[in-house]
């Protein structure tokens, strides 16, 4: 049975920082690619940024460049977000997403096969 576990969220005042974990079991990890996405409320779900199976391609939505940055320790089965520079624009659930096998990143979540439970993240202004 696969399973994604996000953990790391919590409450930050806005220029803080947080990061996120996911740690993946029952797959093959190693061979997926994975993204993270979130939902604030009475919104859809949003792409944050995605990952190779090796972490060598990574893609960010414009709203996050250069304030998150995706990570994976395939040792681990764990994919990382750090995010710095809150906002208080960045509330939201945060959930990771496994699709594969793949080789290059997914930005569809309907392409995703495996989704996490969600972590909350709220920043204060």
């Known amino acids: 049975q696969v399973q994604l576990v996000e953990s790391g969220g919590g409450l930050v005042q806005a220029g803080g920082s947080l990061r996120l974990s996911c740690a993946a079991s029952?797959?093959?990890?190693?061979?997926?690619?994975m993204g993270w996405f979130r939902q604030a409320p009475g919104k859809e779900r949003e792409f944050v940024g995605a990952?190779?199976?090796?972490?060598?391609?990574?893609y960010y939505t414009d709203s996050v460049k250069g304030r998150f940055t995706i990570s994976r320790d395939n040792a681990k089965n764990t994919t990382y977000l750090q995010m710095n520079s809150l906002k208080p624009a960045d509330t939201a659930v945060y959930y990771c997403?496994?699709?594969?096998?793949?080789?290059?990143?997914?930005?569809?979540?309907?392409?995703?096969?495996?989704w996490g439970q969600g972590t909350q993240v709220t920043v204060s202004s």
């Open positions: 990952l190779s199976w090796s972490g060598g391609t990574k």
């Open positions: 997403a496994a699709d594969g096998p793949k080789w290059g990143v997914v930005v569809s979540p309907d392409e995703y096969d495996y």
């Open positions: 029952g797959l093959s990890f190693s061979r997926y690619a």
